[in-house]
């Protein structure tokens, strides 16, 4: 099944500096997007990029989809410890039903 | 949390009894989904529904039911839990199938 991969599976930086995270998936979609989750909670929205967009952003989240590579990355500026969360991708699926596939997530640590 | 609750929250039974978790949810939404969450799978479909009385399998269906009878509740049956149904499982709602909200988790131990 088509499956977003995160890269890397694990980040560890310091308070203050950017975080980046990539996706990359394997077949053409109609958007992507990313969610957050924190530990022992569920998964919440962060934003979505359509097809036909090469950047979105949002407060201090910037994410980029480049269609050719199918690839996208999240970068989050001047982090804070409380964005410490793992960090999903999420595609449409390819049969056009509402669903999502999701990739197995980016475990981001900040330290202070 | 968009309205959406999922009881139990914790559960532990034994091999081959059948176990029902609940979705509930207050905002209408047409789109209920069940995910469940395992270390080094990430999130994976197991049914999801686009109305009332319309459910369609997901990605990971064997050994699940699901059941919308009415808008607002969407039920995950085990029929005869295994231990490797063991897991945390969500409960997500859409209006548009694309941006969706998660409930809280239910997490499952199967002895």
């Known amino acids: 099944s088509q499956q977003g991969e995160e890269d890397p599976q694990a980040l560890s930086i310091q308070e203050g500096e950017n975080a980046t995270m990539n996706c990359s998936y394997k077949t053409s979609i109609n958007n992507l997007q990313w969610y957050r989750q924190n530990s022992g909670r569920g998964l919440v929205h962060l934003i979505l990029?359509?097809?036909?967009?090469r950047e979105k952003h949002s407060g201090r989240l910037r994410v980029t989809l480049d269609t050719s590579k199918k690839s996208s990355s999240l970068l989050i500026t001047a982090s804070r410890a409380a964005d410490t969360a793992s960090y999903f991708c999420?595609?449409?699926?390819?049969?056009?039903?509402?669903?999502?596939?999701f990739g197995q997530g980016t475990r981001l640590t900040i330290n202070p | 949390d968009a309205g959406i609750t999922q009881s139990p929250r914790h559960k532990v039974t034994e091999t081959g009894t059948p176990v029902t978790l609940r979705c509930h949810q207050t905002e209408n939404h047409r789109y209920m989904y069940w995910y469940r969450q395992d270390p080094g799978h990430g999130l994976r479909l197991i049914h999801y529904?686009?109305?009332?009385?319309?459910?369609d399998k997901g990605e990971v269906s064997d050994g699940y039911s699901v059941s919308r009878s009415k808008t607002e509740d969407f039920l995950l049956t085990l029929e005869s839990a295994t231990s490797s149904q063991t897991s945390v499982y969500f409960c997500a709602i859409s209006t548009s199938g694309f941006e969706q909200f998660f409930g809280p988790g239910t997490r499952l131990t199967v002895l």
């Open positions: 990029i359509r097809s036909n967009e």
């Open positions: 529904s686009y109305g009332v009385k319309d459910t």
């Open positions: 999420a595609t449409d699926a390819p049969q056009g039903a509402q669903k999502l596939v």
